[in-house]
C-alpha cells in the first residue's frame, strides 16, 4: 500500500517542534515522493498510419486541467498531392473542429505538420471547463494514393498555480546561534509541495495487444513507443511469439523521433532479439549501459520480419520502465523519529538532500517532470500490412480513479479476478471508476485493462482526482 501525502501546517518562530509528530510526518511524506518518482511506468505508444481515404492516426483523451495549460504535439507527415492532415479538439457543442492555430496542413511532401517539429497550443482557450475531458484525434487523408502519419509525442505542461520551489534549500548547523528558523522548516513543507504536485499527472501504463503483419519478404515495425529516461533505468519487457515459421522479431531503443529525425542507437542492434523462434520470454534490459541522457526522450520499436511467405504473431504481454535491482536511496532520511528525539543538523540536512533528490533536473536521482501524458487510443483491426488484435493496458496501481472509453473489464495479473467496465454513463463518453472499491486490487499491484467478447474497450488510464 502507497502511503498518504500527510497533511503538514506551516510552522512559526517560537514553536517547539515534536520530532516524532513533525519530522515522522515530512519524512513520511518524502517516502511517499520517492515512491511516486520510483513508481513503475508505461510508456506512451506513437501511433502511424498509411492511408488512400481517410483515417484517424492518433484519437487521445486526459483530463483537462488548469495546472497545465499547453499542449505539446510533434506529428511527421508524408501527404500526396491532394492529402491533408488535421489536428482536431472535441468542443463542449459536442463536435470536433480543428485546432486554432496550426490545426490543418495540406502541403505535399515529407515534412513535420504545419512546418513545425515541436508545436505547442494553448488548450485553456478551446472552451473545455477545468477537469473536463480534453479529447484530441489526428486525421490524414490521401487521395489515389496513399499519405501516411507518425504521432510522435503529446503532452500537457505548464505550471500555472503550482508551488515554487524554495528560493534556496536551508543548510542545517549544529552548536549555539545556529537554532534553525521556521523559515528553514517551511522550506521543506514548500519543496514537497512542489514534488507533490508536480506527481499528480495520470498514469498511462502501456498499450499493448498481439499483433502480424502480411507483406511477405518485408521487415515493419509493429509498435513504437516513447519515454523520457530519468531515474528509472531498467525496461523490463516480455514477448510471445509463436505460429513462427521463419522471419524475426527485434526490440530496437532509437532516438524519439527515428527515422525521421535521428537514427537507431548503439549501432542499430536490438536491446532484445532477434527472437527468431516460437518462445515466451521476459527481459531486464539495463537502460543505464547504453549511453542515454536523462531528461531526453527515447523510442522503444518492435519490428518483425517477414521471411518470403512466413510469418509469425507477436504478443507484447509488458513493457514497463522501472528502478535497476539493488538501487537505493542516496540520502536516507531517518523515518522512525521518538517523542524527545533531537535531530543533528547532519539528519536534517540528509533530509534536505533527499528531497533535492527529487526535483526535476537532470542531474537529479528521481526526478519528478511537470508534464501530463494523454494515452492515445484507436481501433486497431489492419493498418497497412499490420494487423491487431486483442488490445489491452497493462498499468501498475498509483492513483484512486481508473478512466476509460468502451467497454471491457479490469483483470489482476494472475487472471485470478475480474470487474466488468461498461459503457453506460453515459453511452460514448468518458467513464470513471473508484478503484478503492476493488476488493482485490492494492496499490503497487499490476493489471490489465481490456476488450473481451464482442465490448471493445479503446482506453484506460489511472487518474488522480
Not at 480543428?98 to 496542413?105: Q, R
Request: glycine share 10%; proline share 4%.
Amino acid at each position: 500500500m502507497i502511503p498518504a501525502f500527510e497533511p503538514l501546517r506551516q510552522i512559526s518562530n517560537g514553536e517547539v517542534l515534536g520530532a516524532d509528530t513533525y519530522l515522522n510526518i515530512v519524512a513520511s511524506r518524502s517516502n511517499w515522493l520517492y515512491g511516486q518518482a520510483h513508481a513503475p511506468e508505461g510508456l506512451q505508444r506513437q501511433p502511424f498510419g498509411s492511408t488512400t481515404g481517410a483515417l484517424t492516426v492518433w484519437e487521445a483523451d486526459t483530463r483537462r486541467v488548469p495546472e497545465h495549460p499547453t499542449l505539446n504535439f510533434s506529428a511527421r507527415i508524408n501527404l500526396v498531392a491532394g492529402g491533408s492532415a488535421q489536428l482536431q479538439y472535441y468542443g463542449s457543442d459536442d463536435a470536433w473542429h480543428d485546432m486554432p492555430t496550426n490545426g490543418s496542413d495540406t502541403t505535399a511532401g515529407d515534412r513535420w505538420f504545419c512546418g513545425t517539429e515541436n508545436l505547442t497550443y494553448t488548450v485553456s482557450g478551446l472552451g473545455i471547463p477545468d477537469d473536463e475531458i480534453l479529447h484530441l484525434r489526428f486525421i490524414i487523408a490521401g487521395s489515389g494514393t496513399a499519405s501516411t502519419a507518425t504521432v510522435y509525442r503529446a503532452y500537457l505542461s505548464g505550471t500555472t498555480g503550482l508551488t515554487a520551489w524554495p528560493a534556496s534549500m536551508p543548510t542545517f548547523v549544529d552548536g549555539a546561534g545556529n537554532a534553525p528558523t521556521a523559515t528553514m522548516f517551511n522550506d521543506l513543507r514548500v519543496a514537497q509541495m512542489y514534488l507533490q504536485e508536480n506527481s499528480e499527472r495520470p498514469n498511462t501504463g502501456t498499450e499493448i495487444g498481439t499483433t502480424w503483419h502480411t507483406q511477405t519478404g518485408s521487415t515493419v515495425t509493429l509498435y513504437r513507443w516513447s519515454f523520457t529516461y530519468s531515474g528509472l533505468q531498467r525496461l523490463y519487457c516480455y514477448l510471445t511469439v509463436w505460429e513462427y515459421a521463419g522471419g524475426s522479431v527485434s526490440l530496437y531503443i532509437n532516438n524519439e523521433k527515428y527515422p525521421a529525425s535521428g537514427a537507431r542507437l548503439n549501432g542499430g542492434y536490438p536491446i532484445v532479439g532477434p527472437i527468431a523462434a516460437n518462445d515466451s520470454t521476459g527481459w531486464n534490459v539495463d537502460l543505464s549501459a547504453l549511453g542515454l541522457t536523462k531528461g531526453t526522450r527515447y523510442q522503444i520499436e518492435l519490428t518483425m520480419t517477414r521471411s518470403g511467405d512466413n510469418g509469425c504473431l507477436v504478443e507484447v504481454g509488458a513493457l514497463t520502465l522501472g528502478d535497476l535491482g539493488g538501487v537505493t536511496r542516496t540520502h536516507t532520511s531517518k523515518s522512525n523519529w521518538a517523542h524527545g528525539d533531537r535531530p543533528t543538523a547532519t539528519q536534517l540536512n540528509t533530509m534536505v538532500s533527499d528531497i533535492v533528490d527529487m526535483k526535476d533536473t537532470v542531474a537529479s536521482e528521481s526526478p519528478i517532470w511537470p508534464y501530463h501524458q494523454l494515452q492515445p487510443f484507436l481501433v486497431w483491426a489492419e493498418q497497412g500490412v499490420t494487423r491487431y488484435q486483442g488490445q489491452r493496458y497493462r498499468i501498475t496501481h498509483r492513483w484512486r480513479y481508473l478512466r476509460w472509453r468502451g467497454a471491457g473489464k479490469i483483470v489482476s495479473a494472475d487472471r485470478l479476478n475480474e470487474e466488468t467496465l461498461s459503457d453506460s454513463d453515459p453511452a460514448g463518453e468518458s467513464q470513471v471508476l473508484d478503484l478503492d472499491n476493488v476488493e482485490w486490487l492494492d496499490y503497487g499491484m499490476d493489471y490489465l485493462v481490456e476488450s473481451y467478447g464482442t465490448n471493445v474497450l479503446l482506453v484506460a488510464y489511472e487518474d488522480y482526482a
